[in-house]
């Protein structure tokens, strides 16, 4: 795994961009897997200049999200599909027919989530995928004790991922309880990953997924089983790795 130490979340945003161009490069077809979440912005943000100036385009990238909170329709202003388009779809000029966000609606929601990873498998998965982390060390949303193998699913959300969630919300009464996520073993089908994380509360998360044992505890820690992993952290993330990294 290739781990890059950066000093700010600016930075994070401008390796990250690189890292994932050098992913999709030569893909017509570019397939993108997304994240939400604070810590994906200055990525967006630099994906977004880049097109403003003509340095990139992506009228044929296609994108798959991570996850959605059931209940929420996509006009809520806290739903992830709302989310995306007010800070990534809203400023490129991607086709929104081709991104998906989980239907936070869907009436059968396991039928939904299988419909979803056909449409992946059809165009034939993901090229890169972008992950944020939570500080209990969860991907997308599995939380620990997800499954190294699971699937696009229904999960309950912890009672630490919904506190710190609620900072998005009025309260923390507001935040659902449930979403709808890629599995773990769904993110590691795609050919590359770049995971962000900034912040000393994303240290200890940091430290478990690239220095601890693979376990379902620490659900970031299954990228271990991945080739082509590059984690892009903040110093202050990176604050309790203590083998080699790259800056
Ligand atoms: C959201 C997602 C989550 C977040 C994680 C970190 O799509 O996949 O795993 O990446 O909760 O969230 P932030 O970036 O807000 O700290």
Redesign the pocket.
């Known amino acids: 795994m290739r781990v890059i130490v950066v000093k700010d979340k600016a930075a994070m945003g401008k390796r990250a961009w690189e890292v994932m161009q050098e992913a999709i490069m030569g893909h017509a077809n570019p397939v993108l897997g997304l994240?939400?979440?604070?810590?994906?912005i200055p990525l967006y943000d630099e994906m977004a200049r880049a097109n403003k100036a003509g340095k990139a385009d992506f009228s044929t990238t296609i994108t798959f999200?991570?996850?959605e909170y059931v209940g929420l329709a996509p006009e809520h202003d806290q739903s992830?599909r709302c989310f995306m388009n007010k800070n990534l779809f809203d400023k490129i000029n991607i086709n929104k027919a081709n991104t998906h966000v989980p239907d936070g609606k869907a009436k059968d929601v396991p039928a939904f989530c299988a419909e979803y990873e056909r449409m992946m498998d059809d165009i034939g998965g993901v090229h890169c995928q972008v992950?944020?982390?939570?500080s209990n060390g969860?991907?997308?949303?599995n939380e620990p004790g997800s499954s190294l193998a699971s699937r696009t699913r229904m999960v309950q959300l912890t009672d630490r991922?919904i506190q710190?969630n609620s900072r998005f919300f009025a309260g923390k009464k507001d935040v659902p309880t449930k979403a709808i996520t890629m599995g773990i073993g769904t993110v590691l089908e795609a050919d590359s990953i770049i995971l962000l994380a900034n912040g000393a509360n994303k240290a200890d998360a940091v430290k478990k997924s690239l220095e601890g044992p693979i376990t379902c505890m620490a659900p970031a820690s299954a990228l271990q089983l991945h080739g082509d992993v590059t984690f892009i952290v903040t110093e202050d993330a990176a604050a309790g790795l203590t083998r080699m990294v790259e800056r």
């Open positions: 994240a939400t979440g604070s810590t994906p999200n991570l996850d992830y992950l944020g982390i939570g969860h991907i997308g949303f991922t710190d």
